[in-house]
């Protein structure tokens, strides 16, 4: 038994000692950057989440991507493109440039990777609907054409990488196939080069990027399960950047000065969903909403009753901007619009109490309203998840404004499977919490909010933010979807958010910030995107990464003595174990010397 | 560790023993049986459409989930589905994860081998560590030893083990004050992890902090009861017969009362190693190790109604299998479950 204990003691010894890798420190320049998030496929047919969106823009190129400073399309392999006059199709010139293997990109490879996606099923698990709309594909050496169905202005934010055909064609069936191939062959400016499981994804810079090779020679993507980890991780140097914090872990990182808090815009918007009377896709009610909700009045009444500066402060931490507009955050300047004048919804209970008394909402004894035929008291549930503290604080506040104009809210918590079926199938709410991160181009999130996205009766089909069916929102999105001329079409996407604040199916909230962290003494310079207030990670395309720069060698003097204190502090730490461990060894020989007596 | 036993009658009693393991054995195989229709059916009862989940937040259209759906054979009627499962099962193939969108036996095989390293040490480390004590603590009960080392291990018992977890890592990971920050705040290696006895030493440096909480919420179980199984041997008469024999106090505890008192400790032993195989979900999941435990916690998070499935299968098989193991292996160490 001793025998065992000293052999683990021993163990946890060399355990305390720092590794022999910390000492010989690599020349290279390497950023390490923490994610909450691990990689789900590193196949891009297959692959979801956001993280491995993020690693997929370093590795393949786009037929576009976002411009850093206006984030209007820009060339990305394709460096230019014309439309027939009918908006249906669409030919794109593929740049004169090589894959990592050097085999050289030609239309065909773009051409070959949608219709991949077009015809076998199995690959639309990553983006099908960016092909959705897709007629045919074809390619003559450099030039890509496509047909398309119906025209699509948000034709030039396509998400789908373009994949090497000489490399992936020979994959018979890539609905099964995990893409854990290394060095992968790509177009970006980084190749993976390793990938371990729910541990970390190693990137290398691409000698032979087109723009020129990224500026540092190595990323790595680590990946923490727990957010309270990746914030030791940052402090102490384990990782060198972090985005996507929630306020209280960005507020700890104050007062460590190799830390930059990074707080911009954000690109996503909290709102409440209303069910406004939900119906499915053949228009049958569904779900068991209150009456009173299908009255635009009380869903105004309730907009009126919300003072959004205040959650922003108490809920958020002031780390939000609060929503005078709808769905688009004001990152997306371009697409972005926020009520003026008398449409403007500002914090007023009396106006809101107006409101419902003219409506014919009289209050009760107890001061609740009934409906105008008094058969039902103006009760509503508030669905939020069970594990986010800050809907709870959101729920308190809304109560307690709710009850100041004759209304009862009553928090129902649910898990998350449970409350996406209650809010998104169902129907089984009167108010839930939600939200959407926005891309560049806001086709997506309008979608979600359209008369076919609401599901069948018996939850089929779906993908509805709101359960919304508006003739007139209906139009504008046809017109969008027309509409080439870029300003023209943000006129048209505006009006859509208008039309979604004064309806009020659902009620924007506020848009919270971008919060990250980064360390000084290991990035020199990273730029945003769009370069102005924009975001490090999580943000559109590869940029941030790719101009991001490290400290070098010479500048890191606090680097060195950080490492050099980490041995002594190892050696310091070790001493208590070795002596517990010599005092275990020694007990063991005097075990065996009373053996022997 | 030698085990004195009378010295059973050769033939009988191995007969004997092929018997009862039969037995148990037999038993085992039913019990998995229910597992595996259990299974089915507790995951099909959890609330939520899995493919609404996969959905959430990202831009599908109703075409797709519906192809979605069919992808994962949801659209078939449930009896349907039922009788798949089980003939999948009984091939040893758990499926195709929802969201990984690979087959959930390649998953588990990649993540089983860290989470045996760390469970499995911090098993044997929690079970020398509670014999050991719990042998002192109950040769002398009452004594200073034996209610510093109770109090304390109780104590860690008691204290969550995320807490814990969260705590220990703020304070060797991070650093507090004059304590160094020495060992590493995430998963089982370093990225740029050395080759040879170096990577090892990285391995074991990556697995000093969880290991040290797992063994810290668990030990004080084999310390009770190995403690209280001393406390009952000390009252024999063999022990007096020992002493007056003039052996060391130190020999007669090791010698005499620890193998008799082990007994007890065994079987508890052998029905945590079923749980081995299951991780320490928290544990994983504080220190990002990339284990079954954490690959269970994204399962239930996204949730991946297959990996589920096989995941919990996974667990409770060998929860089931280290039991029967612990019922035979208690039958040959003591006699005395032979006869009853």
Redesign the interface.
């Known amino acids: ?2 025998k ?2 000293a052999a ?1 003691a021993a ?2 010894l ?8 910390a000492a010989a420190e ?1 020349a290279k320049k390497v950023i ?1 950057i923490g994610v909450t998030q ?1 990689v ?2 590193m ?1 891009p047919f ?1 692959a ?1 989440r956001l993280v491995t969106g993020s690693i997929q823009r370093m590795i393949y190129g786009f037929l576009t991507v976002p411009d850093s400073k206006t984030l209007k399309p820009s060339p990305d392999l394709a460096e230019s493109w014309t439309t027939s006059p009918d908006g249906l199709t669409w030919t794109f010139k593929i740049r004169q440039a090589k894959w990592s293997d050097g085999q050289p990109i030609t239309a065909d490879d773009a051409a070959w990777t949608f219709n991949k996606m077009m015809t076998d ?2 690959a ?2 990553g983006n ?2 960016a092909v ?1 709309n897709f007629a045919s594909v074809t390619a003559s050496g450099q030039d890509l054409t496509i047909k398309l169905k119906a025209s699509q202005a948000s034709m030039l934010d396509n998400p789908v990488p373009i994949m090497p055909k000489h490399v992936w064609e020979k994959i018979k069936d890539i ?2 196939y ?1 893409g854990e191939v290394y060095p992968t062959v790509g177009s970006g400016p980084y190749i993976a080069v390793e990938h ?5 994804v ?1 990137l290398e810079a691409n000698p032979d990027y087109w723009q020129g090779r990224p500026k540092v020679d190595e990323l ?1 993507v ?5 957010p ?3 914030i ?2 940052l ?2 140097g ?1 990782i060198d950047l972090i985005g996507r914090l929630n306020p209280p872990d960005f507020e700890s990182l104050t007062g460590d000065d190799n830390i930059v808090q990074w707080n911009t815009q954000g690109r996503r918007s909290s709102y409440l969903q209303i069910n406004h009377g939900a119906t499915t ?1 053949d228009n049958k009610p569904i779900g068991d909403g209150h009456p009173a909700l299908k009255d635009v009045r009380v869903r105004t009444a309730l907009h009126y009753a919300i003072d959004k500066q205040k959650l922003v402060d108490e809920v958020q931490n002031g780390l939000a901007k609060p929503a005078d507009g709808s769905i688009i955050p004001p990152l997306y300047k371009d697409f972005f619009w926020e009520a003026t004048g008398d449409e403007k919804v500002t914090f007023d209970l009396a106006k809101a109490n107006k409101i419902l008394d003219d409506a014919g909402y009289k209050k009760g004894p107890d001061g609740v309203r009934t409906m105008p035929d008094g058969s039902r008291k103006l009760q509503f549930r508030f669905s939020i998840h069970t594990d986010t503290p800050i809907e709870d604080k959101l729920a308190e506040y809304l109560t307690g404004w709710f009850k100041e104009i004759g209304i009862t809210l009553t928090t129902k918590r649910l ?4 409350f ?2 209650e809010t ?2 169902t129907a089984l709410f009167d108010i839930a919490i939600s939200g ?2 926005v891309n560049p181009d806001p086709e ?1 999130v309008l ?2 909010h359209l008369c ?2 609401r ?1 069948t009766a018996s ?5 509805t933010e709101s359960f919304y069916c508006d003739p007139q929102y209906e139009d504008l999105y046809l017109q969008q979807q027309k509409e080439l001329d870029r300003p023209k079409r943000a006129e048209i996407i505006k009006k859509m958010e208008e039309r979604l604040y004064t309806d009020a199916p659902v009620i924007a909230l506020y848009y919270p910030n971008d919060l990250e962290g980064y360390r000084k003494d290991r990035i020199a310079s990273i730029t945003p995107i769009p370069e102005d207030k924009g975001l490090l990670y999580g943000g559109s395309g590869y940029w941030p990464f790719y101009t991001v720069q490290a400290v070098t060698a010479g500048e890191s003097g606090g680097k060195d003595g950080g490492s050099s ?2 041995v ?3 050696i ?2 070790g001493v208590p174990v070795l002596a517990i461990g010599g005092f275990l060894v020694m007990r063991r020989r005097q ?1 065996a010397a ?2 022997r007596e | 560790m030698t085990v004195t036993l009378e010295a059973p009658e050769e033939t009988p009693a191995r007969h004997g023993l092929l018997r009862y393991a039969a037995a148990k054995a037999g038993g085992a195989l039913l019990s998995i049986a229910m597992v595996i229709v259990a299974t089915f059916f507790l995951f099909r009862m959890l609330p939520g459409d899995p493919v609404r989940a996969l959905a959430q937040g990202r831009n599908m259209t109703p075409e797709q989930l519906d192809l979605e759906r069919a992808r994962l054979g949801l659209d078939k009627p449930i009896p349907e589905q039922f009788v798949h499962f089980v003939t999948q099962t009984l091939r040893f193939d758990l499926g195709d994860s929802y969201e990984y969108k690979r087959p959930v036996i390649d998953l588990i095989g990649e993540r089983i081998g860290s989470t045996l390293l760390l469970t499995g040490t911090a098993l044997v480390m929690a079970v020398s560590l509670g014999i050991w004590q719990g042998a002192r603590a109950g040769w002398k009960p009452g004594s200073r030893f034996d209610k510093f080392s109770t109090a304390i291990s109780l104590v860690l018992w008691s204290v969550p083990t995320f807490w814990l977890g969260l705590l220990l890592l703020m304070v060797f990971a991070a650093g507090v004050g004059p304590i160094p920050g020495v060992f590493p705040t995430r998963g089982i290696s370093s990225v740029d992890k050395p080759d040879g006895f170096a990577g090892v030493l990285d391995v074991a440096q990556h697995m000093a902090l969880p290991c040290l909480t797992l063994v810290a919420v668990v030990y004080a179980q084999y310390l009770l009861v190995m403690r209280s199984s001393v406390i009952d041997e000390v009252e024999h008469d063999y022990i007096t017969t020992a002493r007056a024999k003039g052996l060391r106090d130190d020999d007669i505890r090791r010698k005499h009362a620890v193998p008799n008192a082990l007994l007890p400790t065994v079987t508890l032993v052998f029905m945590r190693i079923g749980f081995v195989v299951g991780g320490a979900v928290t544990v994983e999941a504080i220190f990002s190790w990339p284990g079954l435990g954490q690959l269970f916690y994204e399962a239930i998070r996204v949730p991946d109604f297959t990996l589920m499935q096989g995941t919990f299968l996974l667990i409770t098989v060998s929860v089931i299998l280290m039991n029967t193991l612990a019922d035979v292996v208690y039958h040959v160490l003591d006699p005395r479950v032979r006869s009853a």
Do not use: H
Not at chain 1, 14 to 21: D, F, I, N, R, S
Not at chain 1, 196 to 200: A, E, L, M, S
């Open positions: 038994m001793k065992l204990l683990l163990m946890c060399l355990a305390v000692l720092p590794g022999t890798a690599p390490k691990s789900d496929s196949n297959l979801v099923d199995g639309k698990a099908g609907p959705a609905s099964r995990d371990k499981k729910d541990q970390f190693r790595q680590i990946f923490y399960d727990n309270a980890a990746s030791v991780g402090k102490k384990d896709s898990d998350s499977s449970k996406t079926e998104g199938t959407w991160s997506e979608g979600t076919s996205r599901p939850g089929q089909g779906g993908g204190s980490g002594i502090a190892g310091a730490g075990g009373d053996e």
